[in-house]
């Protein structure tokens, strides 16, 4: 199957600063990109989707000024979490999508990342 | 109504056990339906991947879609304590732009 890498595993932080998560597709074009987020014993939440070269859309109730998101090209997307508070400690995790006949119909998953917000 | 229904568990077997995970759906246009594995504080994993109705099968695993009854099944055979995980299953249609939905998760548990 086709891998996806995030990066940082793992980060703790102050209240206040920001925060830069990696995601990569290693061996395929990620055409589109999706955030979700974890909390424990729960199911994936839909952040928000992204396009190479577009802006993101977000779900309802997703602060986009909060997360940003950038996917600018095909085997890269980041989110970075803006002054990040303890309420946005959580596991993110990303996934990507190839564009081509064929290979629109299913995700492929990052390791997550876990934020911890002091 | 969710558009896709899974039972979160928690399912707890034996080892050796046949387990059945399951999943309804109330959209008739899903026409990809996907099985993944998500180990504790780690990111999903594709585990079976089918096209329309039918099986398919790989290993000790078996997906089933039945999509008169809008339907699909995941079979785990002779299941072992690593099979401890939960399971998500998640579906999509090319109408829409392939958005694909997910199921809650049912956690399950295999008992050495």
């Known amino acids: 199957g086709a891998v996806v890498s995030q990066h940082p595993s793992r980060v703790i932080c102050k209240s206040g600063t920001s925060v830069k998560i990696e995601c990569r597709s290693l061996?395929?074009?990620?055409?589109?990109m999706f955030w979700y987020r974890q909390f424990p014993k729960q199911s994936l939440m839909l952040m928000a989707t992204?396009?190479?070269?577009?802006?993101?859309?977000?779900e309802q109730g997703v602060e986009k000024d909060k997360f940003l998101i950038n996917h600018a090209s095909l085997t890269l997307s980041t989110l970075t979490v803006t002054s990040a508070h303890p309420e946005d400690s959580s596991f993110y995790i990303c996934?990507?999508?190839?564009?081509?006949?064929?290979?629109?119909?299913?995700?492929?998953f990052g390791p997550g990342t876990r934020l911890l917000v002091l | 109504q969710k558009e896709v229904e899974q039972d979160p568990g928690p399912l707890s077997v034996p080892e050796g056990a046949i387990v059945s995970l399951n999943c309804t759906y109330s959209?008739?246009?899903?026409?990809?339906f996907m099985w993944y594995r998500q180990y504790s504080r780690k990111g999903p994993e594709l585990l079976m991947y089918?096209?329309?109705?039918g099986n398919k099968e790989d290993g000790r695993f078996t997906a089933q879609v039945d999509k008169s009854s809008k339907y699909i099944s995941l079979f785990i055979r002779d299941s072992q304590p690593s099979d401890s995980a939960t399971y998500l299953c998640?579906?999509?249609?090319?109408?829409?732009?392939?958005?694909?939905?997910f199921g809650a998760g049912t956690r399950l548990f295999v008992k050495a």
């Open positions: 996934s990507g999508r190839g564009g081509l006949a064929g290979d629109q119909e299913t995700q492929y």
């Open positions: 061996d395929f074009q990620a055409t589109t």
């Open positions: 992204s396009n190479e070269g577009s802006k993101a859309t977000y």
């Open positions: 959209n008739s246009a899903f026409q990809y």
């Open positions: 089918t096209y329309s109705s």
């Open positions: 998640a579906m999509s249609a090319d109408t829409g732009g392939f958005k694909t939905i």
